[in-house]
Every structure is written in C-alpha cells, then in structure tokens.
C-alpha cells in the first residue's frame, strides 16, 4: 500500500540530495566507533537517494559492503546512479520496508538509519535490527528528535511547522522503544550541533521544494500564506537577509545487539 509519504518521496527523489543539507560528522563518529573491523557488512535503512550510503562506502573502504534498503524505488534508482558515479560498486539496492528486509538472521556487523527512524514502525523496525544484526553487531539511529526541531530555523519562524510536524520522537522515546527488544542495548546517546548561514532566498527556495517531508503535509494554499508570513518573520528578525543564521540539532543513538 501506497502512503501520501511515499509519493512525497517519489516525488523528490530526483533533487534530494541537493535540497538537504549533508553532514560528515556523524560519518566520522561510525567509523570512530567501527574503527579496526576487518570486515563489515552493513544496511542503511531508509537510504533514500544515497548522500549518507556514499559517505559510509567512502569512509569505511574496501572491506566494506553496504545494502541500501528504501520503500522508495525512485531513491533507490537516485542512489544507484550517486553511487555508481562515484566510483561506488560493493552495494546492492533492496525495495523494501524497514520492519521487513529480506536478508537473512544474523547476516548484518552494522545497521544504520539517518533521518527515517520516525517515519518507521520503531519496535518493528528494532525487532527486525536484532534478528538481522550478528551477536554484537553495531546499531546506529541518527535522527533530530521533536525538542531539537522546534529550535531550528523552521521550528521558531515557520507558522504551523511544529503542529504539522508530529512523527519525530521526543527525549526518551526511541530508549522506550528500544526497552522492548531486550537484546538491543544502548551504548551511547550523542548531540550533535551545527551552525547554519545561508540567505533568504535559498530558504524559501528550498521549501518551495518540499525539502523537509513536513512541508509535504500543508496542502498549497496553506504552504503559500505560511512562507509568505516565515519571509516577513525573518525580515523582521534579520537585517541581513543573505546571512541567516541558526544552529540544527541532531542525534545519534549508538546501539548493541547482544545476543
Ligand atoms: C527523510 S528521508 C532520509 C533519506 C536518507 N537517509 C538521508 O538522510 O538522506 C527518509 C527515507 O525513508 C524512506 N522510508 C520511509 N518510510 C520507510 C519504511 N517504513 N521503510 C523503508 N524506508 C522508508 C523514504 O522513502 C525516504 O527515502
């Protein structure tokens, strides 16, 4: 079955990559704690069109083989073509939902997820992490929870978008979640903080474009009188409408399966 999400994605996927912003700091704190395994197979779930399946790839080398799991097929066709321009063979592309990929028990040293956890089913999704993670295998969920969205750019200054936006977890709930899948234990919880400048204009562009799958969730009239009333909030706020500035916050929940 097909969701309105689904179709948000489908619909996206061609320009994704280049209305996200991409970050290599939670690549660097992976590969920090992946550091010295000779050899790794791992999953990105939720992979959409690939700029975090690529960075992963590129850091963790030769030893490393990565399957790319997504429900959409227009992100995985995106991320076959990211990957292979860039060099990027050992990876094989699975259409599937992330509470069941078809691979088999404990075949899995690492899984990932960036930014889908809160469009998944979570104790499916971990139930299937543990059956598909070998003894010890590593888990990593990066992810912006409810409290860090409402301090960004469109949290303070976009009417709605808090209302709109009411997937993303809250503090404690993803360690809730994970209480019920009792082999999968929490290592370690790191923020992370990064300080954003861009103009105006790209803002507006970007959302336009439906770069948050929250936007996705106004129909048209109301995305419009909402950006109209965001482009006077931040003229208000910022005499420099080239240079406007904020601070995104994210999450990474280091996790694991011990069996
Ligand atoms: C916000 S995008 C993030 C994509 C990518 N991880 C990144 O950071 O660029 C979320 C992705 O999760 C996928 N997705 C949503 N629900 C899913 C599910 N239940 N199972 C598998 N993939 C799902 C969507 O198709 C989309 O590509």
Excluded at 71 to 79: A, F, Y
Excluded at 93 to 122: C, Q, R, V, W
Excluded at 232 to 251: A, G, L, P, Q
Aim: hydrophobic share 35%.
């Amino acid at each position: 079955m097909h969701t309105n999400m689904d179709l948000h994605f489908s619909q996206v996927a061609r320009e994704y990559r280049a209305i996200r912003t991409t970050d290599s700091e939670p690549i660097d704190y992976i590969v920090s704690k992946l550091n010295g395994q000779k050899k790794l197979i791992g999953a990105d779930v939720g992979c959409g069109a690939g700029r975090y399946s690529l960075m992963l790839c590129q850091a963790l080398g030769k030893r490393f083989s990565l399957y790319c799991c997504d429900r959409s097929p227009e992100m995985l066709r995106e991320l076959e073509k990211h990957m292979g321009s860039n060099g990027i063979h050992k990876f094989t592309a699975i259409n599937s939902s992330s509470e069941k990929i078809p691979l088999d028990n404990d075949t899995l040293g690492a899984l990932f997820t960036f930014n889908a956890i809160h469009h998944f089913s979570i104790i499916e999704f971990f139930q299937e992490c543990s059956r598909l993670l070998v003894g010890d295998g590593q888990l990593f969920v990066y992810t912006r929870l409810k409290e860090q969205n409402s301090r960004n750019i469109w949290g303070k200054y976009f009417p709605g978008f808090l209302k709109k936006e009411t997937r993303l977890y809250q503090q404690g709930e993803i360690e809730k979640g994970l209480s019920e899948v009792s082999s999968l234990v929490l290592n370690s919880v790191t923020k992370f903080h990064y300080q954003r400048s861009v103009s105006l204009d790209r803002l507006v562009h970007i959302v336009k474009r439906r770069h948050y799958s929250t936007f996705s969730l106004y129909n048209d009239t109301e995305l419009a009188d909402a950006l109209s009333q965001f482009e006077k909030n931040i003229r208000s706020e910022f005499s420099d409408t080239k240079n406007v500035y904020w601070e995104d916050e994210n999450i990474m929940y280091h996790i694991s399966n011990r069996k």
